[in-house]
């Protein structure tokens, strides 16, 4: 409500929240209901991105915290990956710190392999770039990587990453999606002119506004839509371009 006009309006617009209705209250009853699992491996990461520490509030990202000392315990992960094989899981995140540096990453993976869900794994291109290309060489049933990129770029590094996927982006059925975090106009040009000098990679391309607190005009002027951009759609409109 704190983004929204309400001049208009003696106080903020009612916020409708989705409430669970189990009908079985057991432990195996609830797991039925489970449509996406996430796993956060580990919490060390040698990079300070900005927004690291609140990005994730928003949307699935890869995240650090200050000491960087906690591991998922890969029994216990896999222990619950037991109980929830044959539920209605469809989707299983994975993310971490840097997730190359968790010590049991080979053996989480391969446990995540007998999963019919798909599988969404979510690293920093600065991470991937010297973690990713070993790991290419493991099985990837239903799994899309999720690289994901924020400013100021270093060229290098985005180089190296790219010369990576060339080499097996194109001859396997891995999939990559590169997530654009951007907080600003300058910065969605940016990753425009990368992504059309990105020939040859093998990806699919996208762009997540992330507001960190100081550009709300940013999502005033280019993310949110008002009621002139719904009406210049051309018809039927879809619902979920407005809410």
């Known amino acids: 409500g704190d983004l929204i006009d309400v001049s208009d309006s003696e106080t903020k617009p009612v916020q409708?929240?989705?409430?669970?209705?189990?009908?079985?209250?057991?432990?195996?009853?609830?797991?039925?209901?489970?449509?996406?699992?996430?796993?956060?491996?580990?919490?060390?990461?040698?990079?300070?991105?900005?927004?690291?520490?609140?990005?994730?509030?928003?949307?699935?990202v890869c995240r650090a915290s200050a000491h960087g000392k906690n591991q998922l315990d890969p029994a216990l992960a896999k222990r619950f990956l037991s109980q929830i094989k044959n539920s209605g899981t469809v989707n299983i995140d994975v993310l971490g710190g840097n997730l190359f540096?968790?010590?049991?990453?080979?053996?989480?993976?391969?446990?995540l392999q007998d999963f019919k869900a798909h599988k969404n794994v979510f690293a920093h291109y600065l991470n991937a770039a010297s973690g990713l290309e070993p790991i290419l060489n493991w099985p990837h049933q239903n799994t899309t990587?999720?690289?994901?990129?924020?400013?100021?770029?270093?060229?290098?590094?985005?180089?190296?990453l790219l010369k990576t996927l060339k080499k097996h982006g194109t001859a396997s059925n891995k999939k990559f999606?590169?997530?654009?975090?951007?907080?600003?106009?300058?910065?969605?040009?940016?990753?425009?002119?990368?992504?059309?000098?990105?020939?040859?990679?093998?990806?699919?391309?996208s762009f997540q506004p992330y507001y960190n607190g100081e550009n709300l005009d940013f999502f005033r002027e280019l993310v949110y839509?008002?009621?002139?951009?719904?009406?210049?759609?051309?018809?039927?409109?879809?619902?979920?371009?407005?809410?």
Not at 225 to 243: A, G, M, V
């Open 101 to 111: 540096a968790y010590s049991n990453l080979e053996e989480i993976w391969t446990a």
């Open 225 to 243: 839509i008002d009621r002139d951009d719904i009406f210049d759609q051309e018809f039927p409109i879809e619902l979920k371009r407005i809410y």
């Open 16 to 60: 409708y929240m989705p409430q669970l209705f189990i009908r079985n209250p057991s432990e195996s009853g609830v797991l039925e209901y489970l449509t996406r699992l996430t796993l956060y491996l580990n919490d060390a990461c040698p990079h300070h991105c900005h927004g690291c520490r609140d990005a994730w509030k928003q949307f699935p």
């Open 145 to 160: 990587w999720n690289i994901q990129v924020t400013f100021p770029i270093e060229t290098e590094q985005w180089h190296k």
């Open 177 to 205: 999606h590169f997530v654009f975090i951007i907080c600003s106009e300058d910065e969605y040009h940016q990753a425009t002119a990368l992504i059309e000098a990105s020939e040859g990679v093998a990806a699919d391309f």
